[in-house]
């Protein structure tokens, strides 16, 4: 049968030839286990590149290992202390200006803060002084309100009850517009008290 085949082969134009190969690599391309034999070649070259790259650290480890080797020959073993604890040395320096920088930075942050809460502070007081004055007067008020009202329950004629009526609503209007003001700062110091508490 095999040389029926060669021999058929051997009759076959170029062409026909060509087209048999094609067949073939088509259905070699199409079937599964040729896929997954790609897929673990492909696997299997991965997992090569991460034992080289695992080679690559632990020959990177031996080099540095046997440069301190070659080291410790060349300059005695006197000369290779001195130069690990000089190298060591440029290192704690290096972190402990890194901490300085650091403790400055903060130092400088911490000034600006409580300069921030001294302005706040004193706005806080000021605040505290214009509202004191406007807080007795509008307990003044209320002691007066609280009078005339007092006054039109007992007052008997007509004509005296509206004119103490017209002087309470005067008073009334008073006390609104300085209940105004107060809730004005009022609100502004609850702002400065925020702002300061989180400054604090």
Do not use: C, H, Y
Not at 12 to 17: G, H
Not at 42 to 47: L, S
Not at 173 to 190: C, F, N, T
């Amino acid at each position: 049968m095999d040389t029926t085949d060669n021999q058929s082969d051997n009759s076959l134009s170029s062409e026909q030839k060509e087209v048999q190969l094609d067949k073939i690599s088509n259905d070699s391309s199409s079937n599964p286990s040729t896929d997954n034999s790609n897929l673990a070649k492909a696997a299997m070259a991965r997992q090569k590149g991460a034992t080289t790259d695992d080679k690559n650290l632990t020959e990177k480890s031996d080099l540095t290992e046997r440069l301190k080797q070659a080291q410790l020959a060349m300059q005695g073993p006197e000369r290779f202390a001195l130069s690990e604890q000089r190298a060591l040395e440029s290192k704690i320096k290096d972190k402990e200006n890194k901490i300085k920088q650091r403790l400055s930075e903060i130092t400088k942050l911490k000034e600006s803060l409580e300069i921030n809460w001294v302005a706040l502070d004193n706005k806080r007081t000021a605040l505290k002084k214009i509202l004191s004055p406007i807080l007795k007067e509008e307990e003044e008020i209320e002691l007066e309100e609280d009078r005339l009202e007092g006054e039109e329950r007992i007052t008997p004629l007509p004509e005296e009850r509206k004119r103490i009526e017209k002087q309470r609503w005067k008073i009334q209007d008073k006390r609104r517009v300085i209940e105004q003001k107060k809730w004005s700062l009022e609100e502004r110091m609850a702002n400065l008290e925020n702002l300061i508490n989180e400054n604090t």
